[in-house]
């Protein structure tokens, strides 16, 4: 829907028409209120586990946590409205409802990113420097580290936002499951200079983030070939976090291709796929990793007492 203004049209409505194809729709809602159920459960068990396990107050831990409350955070902004778009039959979004939405993904996309450089460092040196770990790594250093990996994509996503909203737009329909920026920025009825040189500027910065992971990792692989402990340590706590950015990183590749350069000769559902599986894979799997790898979470949630002061561990 439009409202004549000047030369162009004022959009107050978008249609989602990636929607269009999802038959039959009664099995997508089962399928997603399902998967948005679990997410739920295993994140919120393993941050609820963290909270009440005072051994658990440490900064890998607190990390882990922050990771599945932006998990919890991101999928918010999908799963309720992709529900409620099943039923209708008209599929829109409001013009603020679209920025909005684009914002929550993409900010929990970031921060989740953000949030797994954070681990790589305390990763690297908790195994690289061992004895300084407490010093390096206390708590305000954590919570600064969490607050950095919040306020960092609400600054960096935000500009986005504003330059999105000032740009007069020719078209409605958004090819896709959810909104996000690129997909109203292709309906611009004028060229989008500002948002392509801060949309390159973003990726400088996270590119920059992912050497510095590189650069944590080759440190880490170097400690490894030195101790056994240090190859221990590697295998429990690493290798989760290693899956969980290679996976988001991955993912995160793919959407982009497909948003900016993306053609209408794949397949809907391949494409309805890879869009979704960002919001699918990683706030299923890594609650399920590191509440199974890491010994002190995994001790807590399968720790039963058989008799007082013994416990069976599985």
Known sequence: MTLPYENTSYIVLFTMSGMKDLMPKHVFLLLSLSVYLLIIFLNLTLIITIILEKSLHEPMYLFVCNLCLNELYGTTGFYPKFMYDLFSPSHVISYIGCLTQSFVIYSSFMCEYTTLVVMAYDR???????????????????????????????IAGLPTVIFTSQMPLCGSHI?????????????????????????????????????????SYQRLVVACTKSNDSKKKFMQTCVPHLLSLSNLTVA????????RYGSKEFPEHLRNFVQVEVLVIPP????????????????????????????ICF
């Open 124 to 154: 690297y040196v908790a195994i690289c420097r061992p004895l300084e770990y407490h010093i390096i790594i206390g708590t305000q250093t954590a919570a600064k580290a969490i607050l950095y990996s919040w306020a960092f994509p609400f």
């Open 175 to 215: 090819d896709k499951l959810y909104c996000d920026n690129w997909s109203i920025v292709k309906l611009s009825c004028v060229p989008s200079t500002a948002n392509n040189v801060y949309g390159f500027v973003v990726i400088c910065i996270f590119t920059a983030h992912a050497i510095f992971v590189m650069f």
């Open 252 to 259: 995160l590749l793919f959407d982009t291709m497909f948003s």
């Open 284 to 311: 299923l799997l890594n609650p399920l990793m590191y509440g199974l790898k890491l010994s002190g979470v995994r001790n807590r949630l399968f720790c039963r007492c058989k008799k007082p002061n013994r416990k």
